[in-house]
Nanobody, 126 residues
Framework: EVQLVESGGGLVQAGGSLRLSCAAS????????IGWFRQAPGKEREGVSC????????YYADSVKGRFTISSDNAKNTVYLQMNSLKPEDTAVYYC???????????????????WGKGTLVTVSS
């Protein structure tokens, strides 16, 4: 059974940091790209960052570039999203998703992903 399980969300003040984790199982991790999406209330789900498990290529949305860092521990089948200098506008449910195809921030779309986690809520207070 394929599973993606996010953790690490919570409430943090503006300027603070959180690290999200996405633990994957049930598929060959090295063959997939992993993306982080987020969805704020009343807004569409948007791509935040993605990483290729095979070569480690990383991509970021302009809104998080320089503040968020995505990384992968292939031995643990886990992808992390380190979020620094958080802003109230980063408040959203964060989802990780997997796709058996190379993606970039420009090509990652919710419809195109193969597997999804259930999400973890990040709330940034002002």
């Amino acid at each position: 059974e394929v599973q993606l399980v996010e953790s690490g969300g919570g409430l943090v003040q503006a300027g603070g940091s959180l690290r999200l984790s996405c633990a994957a199982s049930g598929f060959t991790f090295d063959d997939y790209a992993i993306g982080w999406f987020r969805q704020a209330p009343g807004k569409e789900r948007e791509g935040v960052s993605c990483i290729s498990s095979s070569d480690g290529s990383t991509y970021y949305a302009d809104s998080v570039k320089g503040r968020f860092t995505i990384s992968s521990d292939n031995a643990k089948n886990t992808v992390y999203l380190q979020m620094n200098s958080l802003k109230p506008e980063d408040t959203a449910v964060y989802y990780c998703a997997a796709i058996a195809w190379p993606i970039t921030i420009a090509t990652m779309t919710p419809r195109g992903m193969d597997y999804w986690g259930k999400g973890t809520l990040v709330t940034v207070s002002s």
